[in-house]
C-alpha cells in the first residue's frame, strides 16, 4: 500500500526525458519515502536534506559534493536534494548544477512549496526539469483498479462492481482519517485526532512563517479554521475578511499561500455556454477532509480531491491540459464538477450525498454542454443509468467510479 505505485510510474515516465524532475505536494504526504523507494532502483545513488545540518554543511562548503559519491558500478547515479527550496539561492544553485552536470547524474527534487513558482528573482529553471505532485491516498490509488486514459474518455460512464465492499471500507478510512499515510496507516482515530490538531498549526507557524515572512500567523490559522465551513459554496473573501477584520488583499493572500503550501486548493468556474454564469469566486477545498464536520460537504471535498489527484497527474504525464471547474449561475443553480480537456468540457460529476434521482439542474446543464454526466452518492448496492434527451445519467456510490479514474 505504501509504495505509491501509480506515482513511481509517473517518475520513470518523465525521468527518460529530463535529467533532473521535481516532486511536489503537501507536508507529510511522504515525499521523502517515495524518494527513497525511487533511489532503490539505482544502484549510486546519494540523499541530500536541506534541514539536516550536516547535509547542509557539506554543500555550503562544496557545491558540488556529490560527485564524492562512492560508486559501485558505472551506471547513473541519482542525487536526490530534498527540501533544497529553503536554501535562499536555490534556483540558481540548480540551475548551475543542471547545466554542468546533466549528462552524468539524474537529480530527484523534493520539498512541500511549489518548487515551479515557489519564490520570485532568480535565474529561471524553466526547460531543465519536469514536476509531478504527489498526493495523499485516494481510492484510486488504493483500490488499484484504474481504467487507461483514453478507455476513460471514450466512455466516462463505465463502471464495474468489483470489489464493492473493499472499496466502501476504503472509502469511509479515508473519509474518517485523512488520505495523509501516518494517520491512514495507523488506522486509529486518536491518532488522526492528534496528527490533525498539530499539522496545519505546525504547517502555518513554521513553513509558511518562516518561508514567507508573513507575521499574521495567528490571523491565518484562524482563517483556515473557518475553512471546512466553507467547502461546497463559492468563496466570498469579502466576506471573509470582514469576519476577520482584515484587509481584502490580505485575505487573498494568505489563501493564495494556503495553496502555494498544499493546505487547500481551489477551482475556478466554468462559464462557456452557461447563460447567466458566475466568473469570479471560486470553491476552495482542503485536503485534510475529516476536519469538515457536514457529511454532504466532506463528501463533496472527498469527491473533489479524486478528480483534482486525476486532473493534476494527467498533466504531470503530459496527456494534456486539463483542468477542474464549477458551474454556478447567477440563479444560484450548481453543478459540483466539470472536467475540461483544452477548454473543451469532457464530463459533469454532481456530489450528492444520498439522492439517487438525477438532480433537475445536472439535467439542465447536461442539455447545455451535451456531455456524459456522473451523479455520485455516498453508497449503495448498485448503480444506475438514466435518459436525458439523447444523453445518459450515471448514478453511482462515489467510491466505485472514482476508483477507475486513470
Same mark, same amino acid.
Request: hydrophobic content about 40%.
Given at each position: 500500500?505504501?509504495?505509491?505505485?501509480? &506515482?513511481?510510474?509517473?517518475?520513470? !515516465?518523465?525521468?527518460?526525458?529530463?535529467?533532473?524532475? #521535481?516532486?511536489?505536494?503537501?507536508?507529510?504526504?511522504?515525499?521523502?519515502?517515495?524518494?527513497?523507494?525511487?533511489?532503490?532502483?539505482?544502484?549510486?545513488? %546519494? &540523499?541530500?536534506?536541506?534541514?539536516?545540518?550536516?547535509?547542509?554543511?557539506?554543500?555550503?562548503?562544496?557545491?558540488?559534493?556529490?560527485?564524492?559519491?562512492?560508486?559501485?558500478?558505472?551506471?547513473?547515479?541519482? /542525487?536526490?536534494?530534498?527540501?533544497?527550496?529553503? =536554501?535562499?539561492?536555490?534556483?540558481?544553485?540548480?540551475?548551475?548544477?543542471?547545466?554542468? #552536470? =546533466?549528462?552524468?547524474?539524474?537529480?530527484?527534487?523534493?520539498?512541500?512549496?511549489? %518548487?515551479?513558482?515557489?519564490?520570485?528573482?532568480?535565474?529561471?529553471?524553466?526547460?531543465?526539469?519536469?514536476?509531478?505532485?504527489?498526493?495523499?491516498?485516494?481510492?484510486?490509488?488504493?483500490?488499484?483498479?484504474? %481504467?487507461?486514459?483514453?478507455?476513460?474518455?471514450?466512455?466516462?460512464? *463505465?463502471?464495474?462492481?468489483?470489489?464493492?465492499?473493499?472499496?466502501?471500507?476504503?472509502?469511509?478510512?479515508?473519509?474518517?482519517?485523512?488520505?495523509?499515510?501516518?494517520?491512514?496507516? +495507523?488506522?486509529?482515530?486518536?491518532?488522526?485526532?492528534?496528527?490533525?490538531?498539530?499539522?496545519?498549526? *505546525?504547517?502555518?507557524?513554521?513553513?509558511?512563517?518562516?518561508?514567507?515572512?508573513?507575521?499574521?500567523?495567528?490571523?491565518?490559522?484562524?482563517? &483556515?479554521?473557518?475553512?471546512?465551513?466553507?467547502?461546497?459554496?463559492?468563496?466570498?473573501?469579502?466576506?471573509?475578511?470582514?469576519?476577520?477584520?482584515?484587509?481584502?488583499?490580505?485575505?487573498?493572500?494568505?489563501?493564495?499561500?494556503?495553496?502555494?503550501?498544499? $493546505?487547500?486548493?481551489? /477551482?475556478?468556474?466554468?462559464?462557456?455556454?452557461?447563460?447567466?454564469?458566475?466568473?469570479? !469566486?471560486?470553491?476552495? &477545498?482542503?485536503?485534510?477532509?475529516?476536519?469538515?464536520?457536514?457529511?454532504?460537504?466532506?463528501? !463533496?471535498?472527498?469527491? +473533489?480531491?479524486?478528480?483534482?489527484?486525476?486532473?493534476?497527474?494527467?498533466?504531470?504525464?503530459?496527456?494534456?491540459?486539463?483542468?477542474?471547474?464549477?458551474?454556478?449561475?447567477?440563479? *444560484?443553480? !450548481?453543478?459540483?464538477?466539470?472536467? +475540461?480537456?483544452?477548454?473543451?468540457?469532457?464530463?459533469?460529476?454532481?456530489?450528492?450525498?444520498?439522492?439517487?434521482?438525477?438532480?433537475?439542474?445536472?439535467?439542465?446543464?447536461?442539455?447545455?454542454?451535451?456531455?456524459?454526466?456522473?451523479?455520485?452518492?455516498?453508497?449503495?448496492?448498485?448503480? *444506475?443509468?438514466?435518459?436525458?434527451?439523447?444523453?445518459?445519467? $450515471?448514478?453511482?456510490?462515489?467510491?466505485?467510479?472514482?476508483?477507475?479514474?486513470?
Amino acid at each position: 500500500m505504501d509504495t505509491r505505485e501509480p &506515482y513511481l510510474k509517473i517518475w520513470q !515516465e518523465l525521468a527518460k526525458d529530463k535529467s533532473m524532475v #521535481f516532486l511536489v505536494g503537501p507536508r507529510q504526504v511522504g515525499k521523502t519515502t517515495l524518494a527513497k523507494i525511487i533511489s532503490t532502483s539505482f544502484v549510486n545513488n %546519494l &540523499y541530500f536534506n536541506w534541514d539536516i545540518p550536516r547535509d547542509k554543511a557539506r554543500l555550503m562548503e562544496n557545491p558540488t559534493f556529490f560527485q564524492e559519491i562512492k560508486r559501485r558500478d558505472s551506471s547513473t547515479p541519482l /542525487i536526490i536534494f530534498d527540501e533544497i527550496h529553503k =536554501y535562499k539561492d536555490w534556483k540558481n544553485y540548480l540551475k548551475g548544477v543542471y547545466d554542468e #552536470f =546533466y549528462e552524468r547524474y539524474q537529480f530527484l527534487v523534493s520539498g512541500s512549496g511549489r %518548487l515551479d513558482i515557489y519564490q520570485k528573482g532568480g535565474d529561471s529553471l524553466a526547460g531543465r526539469y519536469h514536476l509531478f505532485h504527489l498526493w495523499p491516498f485516494t481510492i484510486a490509488e488504493l483500490g488499484k483498479r484504474n %481504467l487507461t486514459i483514453d478507455d476513460f474518455f471514450q466512455d466516462p460512464l *463505465q463502471i464495474s462492481i468489483e470489489g464493492r465492499v473493499k472499496l466502501k471500507e476504503m472509502w469511509s478510512r479515508l473519509s474518517t482519517l485523512s488520505g495523509f499515510p501516518e494517520p491512514y496507516l +495507523a488506522d486509529r482515530a486518536a491518532t488522526y485526532r492528534r496528527w490533525s490538531n498539530i499539522y496545519s498549526n *505546525q504547517l502555518i507557524r513554521e513553513d509558511i512563517r518562516d518561508l514567507t515572512g508573513i507575521k499574521s500567523v495567528a490571523d491565518m490559522e484562524i482563517l &483556515y479554521s473557518l475553512l471546512p465551513s466553507k467547502v461546497g459554496t463559492p468563496l466570498s473573501v469579502p466576506s471573509l475578511a470582514t469576519d476577520l477584520k482584515a484587509s481584502y488583499n490580505s485575505l487573498r493572500s494568505w489563501l493564495s499561500i494556503f495553496e502555494r503550501f498544499f $493546505l487547500i486548493f481551489s /477551482i475556478s468556474p466554468w462559464t462557456e455556454r452557461i447563460a447567466r454564469a458566475i466568473q469570479k !469566486e471560486r470553491k476552495a &477545498y482542503l485536503w485534510d477532509a475529516p476536519r469538515i464536520g457536514e457529511p454532504a460537504a466532506r463528501f !463533496e471535498n472527498m469527491v +473533489a480531491m479524486e478528480l483534482w489527484r486525476a486532473v493534476t497527474n494527467w498533466n504531470d504525464l503530459g496527456y494534456g491540459h486539463f483542468s477542474l471547474h464549477f458551474i454556478r449561475n447567477k440563479e *444560484q443553480q !450548481e453543478v459540483d464538477f466539470l472536467i +475540461a480537456s483544452g477548454r473543451k468540457p469532457v464530463v459533469l460529476i454532481e456530489a450528492k450525498l444520498s439522492d439517487t434521482q438525477p438532480s433537475s439542474t445536472l439535467k439542465k446543464f447536461q442539455n447545455a454542454l451535451s456531455i456524459p454526466a456522473v451523479q455520485l452518492i455516498g453508497e449503495g448496492e448498485g448503480y *444506475q443509468v438514466f435518459s436525458n434527451n439523447d444523453q445518459s445519467i $450515471l448514478v453511482a456510490p462515489g467510491y466505485q467510479w472514482l476508483s477507475q479514474l486513470p
